[in-house]
């Protein structure tokens, strides 16, 4: 039976990621790391922790400055770049040496391809689900109006007021972006998220991680009109689980993700969203338990 003790982490570069992480009786298996994304926490992988630690060592922390991490000093300190570097630290302290299995979600995602790429010696397999490759997802920014239209949201969560706009009425923009799906989300997830939102500090670094994306374009912000495609090569198996019914990505982000992964399975779920791993928990965890173990 998985164990969630809430364990402390530090190193030079990481500094007091919460993990969630299972009884250390089982430290031959396999690693498994989890990477949520924006505006979860380490809770968005509660079943998964529970169902897969049978079969893989599983550790799912919170990203820097998240839930019970204390993050970096500074709002500038939040680029593409520091995150890698601190989640390419913490993957290090935590594995042993042992090639990783690596699966995340949106800002998780964001972090992951990079972080696979740059560091690629450190990773066995990647699993991504909605968060779309960097080149991708950089040419439909800057080129689809509908891709600029998902992406308006960001424009409050980078503003002055973005706290103010996400706290109002009991989090209902945040809990807007769920499609109606945040009722079924576990007590106890609505109540770490709630927590969460709930605390400025938290929610100010959360939004640092917008606040430093790169050329970003949205139907309100058109500053960077200069967008340069970033080459990001993934040299690892890659798996891609997507939920085509994304609100925050337009389908184009998925073309022509083949010329930048070198060994690409690709699985659509046509009747499920950006949430793919809250609406279809049985079949993502049996695609990342088949693929990981394969």
Do not use: C
Not at 16 to 25: A, G, I, P, R, T
Not at 125 to 145: D, Q, V, W, Y
Not at 157 to 173: G, N, Q
Not at 177 to 204: C, D, I
Request: aromatic share 12%; hydrophobic share 40%.
């Amino acid at each position: 039976m998985i164990k969630t003790n809430i364990a402390e982490l530090s190193t030079t570069s990481v500094q007091y990621l919460s993990v969630f992480k299972q009884s250390e009786d089982q430290a031959s298996q396999p690693l498994l790391i989890m990477l949520h994304g924006f505006p979860e926490n380490s809770w968005s992988w509660q079943a998964y922790l529970e169902s897969l630690s049978g079969d893989f060592e599983v550790i799912a922390p919170d990203l820097p400055g998240y839930n019970g991490s204390s993050g970096y000093p500074s709002d500038k300190d939040y680029t593409i770049a520091h995150l890698v570097e601190t989640m390419a630290e913490f993957v290090k302290h935590v594995s042993g040496g042992r090639p990783v299995h690596l699966v995340a979600h949106d800002w998780g995602g964001v972090i992951a391809w990079p972080l696979v790429a740059f560091y690629r010696d450190l990773f066995a397999k990647l699993s991504i689900l909605n968060a779309a490759h960097p080149t991708g997802f950089t040419r439909e920014m800057a080129n689809n109006p509908r891709q600029q239209a998902n992406s308006d949201y960001i424009t409050d969560l980078i503003s002055e007021d973005a706290f103010s706009i996400t706290s109002a009425d009991e989090h209902k923009m945040l809990k807007r972006l769920y499609g109606g799906f945040y009722k079924r989300l576990t007590t106890e997830q609505q109540s770490a998220y709630v927590n969460q939102w709930s605390n400025p500090h938290t929610m100010k670094q959360a939004f640092a991680y917008y606040k430093n994306m790169p050329q970003l374009v949205t139907q309100r912000l058109r500053a960077n009109s200069d967008v340069k495609l970033p080459n990001i090569e993934i040299k690892v198996p890659t798996q891609v689980l997507w939920g085509m019914k994304d609100t925050a990505f337009v389908p184009e982000v998925l073309n022509g993700m083949e010329q930048w992964i070198e060994e690409l399975s690709l699985v659509k779920f046509d009747d499920a969203d950006h949430w793919l791993h809250h609406q279809k928990i049985p079949e993502v965890i049996a695609h990342i338990r088949k693929f990981h173990l394969a």
